[in-house]
């Protein structure tokens, strides 16, 4: 194990702050827009019969009662005027005052009331994000064009979750996806990364390069065994900012016949049972934090069965109905609950699968960039991005055709 980067001090006795959300009340089309913005896509509303488009989002087109459709837009403005908060009776922004506001004249049409970068001024172009809150619901928040994500502004850092200085557990890090993902926290400048083995690791596998470097912990993991994912949290010795669920059980096999009942059952238990008590055991511990996220590794055969993989896919359903629910539940709390899908990877599991395959880093910067981003829902490579667009277009259609 190598020497922890500084850790965050704190008053063990002092009453621990509560963390308040964003008022949550939303209208049906506001949550519309907000499926929409967990997949960091910019739509806004269009008449299908006028061509307006209108924001905020409602039942029916202001200029003409005609029908709405959602549509991808230009993301460009101009700030016209902002404004500085100083009072509100709102717990959560009394919390973070003073909190900046602005009108920007949106290039699709529209002038919206927007959340306004520090470094932004009347007259100014804007890059608007359509980005989720705290709790989950879609806001609009007006960037410097051409910026990238500034990490230390403080209020859009309310959007986001910054990884530099944070302790991020990593379930599995003995696979090609877990090391790579210890390898980009580490170059993004976590400040703690628990690297989960699970036991019995060789000796070996633990000395891998990547695992050995400065502010990496070694611990053994399993997480379907709660016995072992409490003595690994032991280990921790301080706040839990993020966890990264990379483990998975990856079998081929049908349902009728190549299978085997003990694989699949692993596989369960895993994908299902590993989350649920990730989730009971780490939960309570992202609440407390300012920034707290989870984050999921999931396959895209999760989406719908997979002939060649059945019991893998049932797992990883499961697995996704879990995390769902868990979002759900998270939302009050203000922790990120992130699903990255991915198609084949380049690993040990995937070695008979003919390309195209998704790299380990490619992935794990995928995980840094939906962290960075606070995009709840992130598909990575072809097959990922083909298989989630063709079930959100006709979901009986997809489950046909996959397996034929």
Known sequence: MTERAPRERRDPLARKKARHTPPSARSRAMHAMSARAAMGRFVLQVCTKCGTATYPPRDACPACWGELVWQDCKSGGQLLANTIIHATTDLYFRDHLPWRMGTVALDAGPVALVHLHRDLAPEDRVEVRLMLDRGGNAALFALPPDRGFDMTDPQLREF???????????TDAHSAIGLAVVKALHDTGAGLIVAGMLPPAR????????????????????SSDQVSLSEALSKIGGPLDIVINTARHVRSGGVSGGTNIVEQRRAFEVAAIGLTRLAQSCGPMLAGRPHGAFVDVISSDALTGSAGHAGFAAA???????????RHEMRETGVRVLS?????????????????KVAPARLATAIIEALQQGREQTCVGDVASDAMTRWLADPALYAREKNL
């Open 316 to 326: 990883e359903a499961a697995r996704l109905s879990l995390l769902q629910a868990f």
């Open 203 to 222: 000796l070996a596998d633990a000395d891998h390069p990547v695992l050995r470097l400065l502010g990496v912990q070694v611990v053994p993991l399993d």
């Open 160 to 170: 986001i979750v910054p990884v530099q200085g944070k302790t991020v557990l990593v």
């Open 340 to 356: 990255v899908f991915t198609g084949p990877v380049e690993d040990e599991h995937h070695q008979s699968v003919p390309p195209p």
